[in-house]
């Protein structure tokens, strides 16, 4: 009798466990579910496309009106939306919500004869994300320009990380504040990181955050250069420690890359104003096509150094996951900035002349 009744309780127990663990799932899936739907303003009627993860759909635009839906890996996940190729990617992020869009297109002709096809977000509804985005934002345009905005941001993103540790726009900014802009020290990056709860982040933005620390332990403000030597256009080895006694600028780029190339017209002009004994550039491209990449030093006009890292050893080393990305090196050829502004390297440059 005793074995029939515990032999009883325990298939009453696992029932109960199988319909809990039932609902949880048909949770977690109605969590995961997304509608993005969105007002296209302009003439354009061909198809629109998303893309988020691995995952990637299309729509029809039909009367200036869209709509996707699906099942995010994520609670919350970053999408991009973009329009025939050639078009910019707009990134919104998809959640368990239902968001709509308010978009402009436009098309226009880049700096290089391509036609683009350009969509401008003008609204967004129905979006949690947008609001932790806008926040944020106000509060780097806000702040960004006092003298302890670094304390300030530091302070700003505990707060935001302890609010929301399993968003992943929170793990987003870490990796971009450890691999792009580097405004905290590696201790308070590392403090922020164990705020977050890693498994509902992007790998992606983990990655761009394992690698910046450990570039940033390595190659930070006031660390020494890498000592390199890359093949220019013609097959000859330069070496960064020739550079040494001057302000150098390594600049990382690549042919493909448009806000790369972007940045050339005011490089030029800041190379044009700066003397060949105080400040140079070196352009460091990720090309793997040698010939797009000579082809792209003529029509940019680039007239310092060019070298080329085919095998990406030397931006691997660095840290290097996005581009554009620049180092600005001092005559000693130690790190003096990343990621600089044109005025921001001016004004170094002028300083330390008047200080002469």
């Known amino acids: 009798m005793i074995r029939k009744l515990s032999l009883l309780l325990l298939l009453l127990i696992l029932g109960c466990k199988e319909k809990e663990a039932s609902v949880e799932t048909t949770v977690e899936t109605a969590l995961k579910n997304f509608s993005l739907s969105g007002t296209i303003n302009g003439a354009y009627n061909d198809y629109i496309f998303l893309g988020y993860g691995k995952h990637k759909d299309s729509a029809k635009v039909i009367d200036g009106k869209f709509k996707f839906t699906g099942e995010l890996d994520l609670p919350t996940q970053q999408g991009w939306l973009n329009l025939r190729p050639g078009a910019n990617s707009l990134f919104v992020y998809l959640e368990s919500s239902t968001i709509e869009l308010v978009m402009d297109y436009r098309q226009e002709v880049d700096e290089y004869g391509y036609n683009m096809n350009i969509l401008d977000l003008k609204d967004i509804k129905g979006s949690k994300t947008a609001?932790?985005?806008?926040?944020?934002?106000?509060f780097w345009r806000k702040n960004e320009e006092k003298d302890n905005?670094?304390?300030?941001?530091?302070?700003?993103?505990?707060?935001?990380?302890?609010e929301h540790p399993k968003h992943s726009f929170s793990g987003k900014i870490l990796g971009e504040l450890a691999s792009y802009n580097r405004v905290l020290k590696v201790d308070e990056l590392e403090h922020?990181?164990?705020l977050l709860d890693t498994t509902y982040q992007n790998k992606f933005d983990l990655e761009f955050y394992n690698t910046g620390i450990k570039s940033l332990k390595k190659y930070n403000i006031g660390?020494?250069?890498?000592?390199?030597?890359?093949?220019?256009?013609?097959?000859?080895?330069?070496?960064?420690t020739n550079y040494k006694g001057k302000y150098t600028l390594v600049d990382f780029w690549a042919s493909w890359c448009r806000p790369c190339r972007q940045k050339?017209?005011?490089?030029?002009?800041?190379?044009?104003?700066?003397?060949?004994?105080?400040?140079?550039?070196?352009?460091?491209?990720?090309?793997?096509?040698?010939?797009?990449?000579?082809?792209?030093?003529?029509?940019?006009?680039?007239?310092?150094?060019?070298?080329?890292?085919?095998?990406?050893?030397?931006?691997?080393?660095?840290?290097?996951?996005?581009?554009?990305?620049?180092f600005l090196l001092n005559q000693k050829g130690e790190i003096v900035g990343i990621n600089l502004t044109d005025d921001e390297i001016e004004k170094i440059i002028v300083n330390n002349k008047a200080n002469k």
């Not at 030597?229 to 080895?237: C, D, R």
């Open 131 to 138: 609001i932790i985005q806008e926040k944020y934002q106000n």
């Open 149 to 162: 905005f670094d304390e300030l941001l530091n302070e700003e993103l505990i707060r935001l990380f302890k």
């Open 192 to 194: 922020l990181y164990t």
């Open 223 to 240: 660390h020494e250069f890498l000592a390199f030597k890359l093949p220019n256009q013609n097959s000859e080895l330069i070496s960064i």
């Open 264 to 326: 050339h017209p005011g490089l030029i002009e800041l190379y044009s104003k700066t003397d060949r004994e105080t400040f140079d550039i070196i352009s460091l491209s990720i090309d793997e096509d040698e010939d797009d990449w000579k082809k792209a030093i003529q029509q940019d006009a680039l007239v310092w150094e060019n070298v080329i890292d085919k095998n990406g050893e030397v931006s691997d080393e660095l840290g290097v996951m996005a581009i554009p990305h620049s």
